[in-house]
């Protein structure tokens, strides 16, 4: 793709970059200039955890073995794999889960990379579709301490000032689910989003969140992580977004 002079947006810039087939929830494509200069999210879910590769606990496991689970060996390429579309993107201000595998993932991604935005942990990008112990956090402490985190490049800048103390991953989900839902989950962190000035936000998170922000399933079974984008529209409900659904060419 040859950028000549033109003023490129974050989307298509995204997607010469990571080689995505792209489809448009709303709308047919925008011309490059109406998507200039507009709000931008950018949502990833994590990469395929150890519990994913588990048929039998995808909707939720009791076996303690996967508490906060991790990315399993394919999941570390697919996150690694993710580092030029975050180049394309970006991003003024990254959001991660405070789950294992969210992290992982937005670390991994950004490894690579010789610097990085602001990176806040968020309660409210959790995992709130299904209750099993790989949905179960850890309190911040642990969070801070972990040893892998603490070899990742950009971890030292991660900010934990959103992350309540205790178990917070119970508290989250059950105000979640007095809110009304996923739906109030996303309405909860575009409240959120409000009050910040960045322009172009990553957020790392799960198969649940996004649902709730798109309507769309993003798969995490693939060579590469599907990603979702849309311009931020205030006047509307996240759902009503124009959504771009990105998925790995075969």
């Known amino acids: 793709m040859e950028l000549g002079q033109e003023r490129v947006s974050s989307a ?114 959790m995992e709130c579709a299904g209750e099993g112990h790989e949905n179960e956090g850890r309190v911040v402490e642990q969070i801070s301490q972990d040893v892998e985190f603490q070899c990742f490049a950009h971890w030292r800048k991660v900010n934990l000032q959103e992350m309540p103390d205790g178990a917070w991953w119970e508290e989250e989900r059950e105000r979640i689910k007095q809110a009304g839902g996923r739906k109030a989950q996303a309405r909860s962190l575009v409240s959120w989003l409000k009050h910040r000035s960045e322009r172009k936000i990553a957020v790392f998170t799960h198969w649940g969140l996004v649902e709730a922000f798109s309507g769309r399933s993003a798969s995490n079974g693939g060579p590469m992580i599907d990603f979702l984008f849309a311009p931020v529209d205030p006047a509307l409900p996240p759902r009503k977004w124009d959504w771009f659904h990105a998925r790995k060419r075969d």
Do not use: Y
């Open 12 to 125: 298509v810039l995204i997607l010469a970059v990571a080689g995505m087939n792209v489809h448009c929830r709303h709308t047919s494509h925008p011309s490059l200039e109406a998507l200039d200069g507009r709000r931008w999210i950018l949502l990833i879910r994590h990469g395929l955890s150890v519990a994913n590769t588990q048929k039998d606990v995808f909707f939720g496991s009791c076996d303690e073995r996967f508490i906060d689970a991790g990315l399993s060996p394919v999941g570390r390429r697919q996150a690694e794999a993710l580092s030029p579309v975050l180049e394309a993107f970006k991003p003024d201000l990254i959001l991660s889960s405070p789950m294992r595998r969210a992290i992982q993932t937005c670390m991994l991604a950004l490894e690579g990379s010789p610097s990085s935005p602001p990176i806040v942990l968020h309660p409210t990008a």
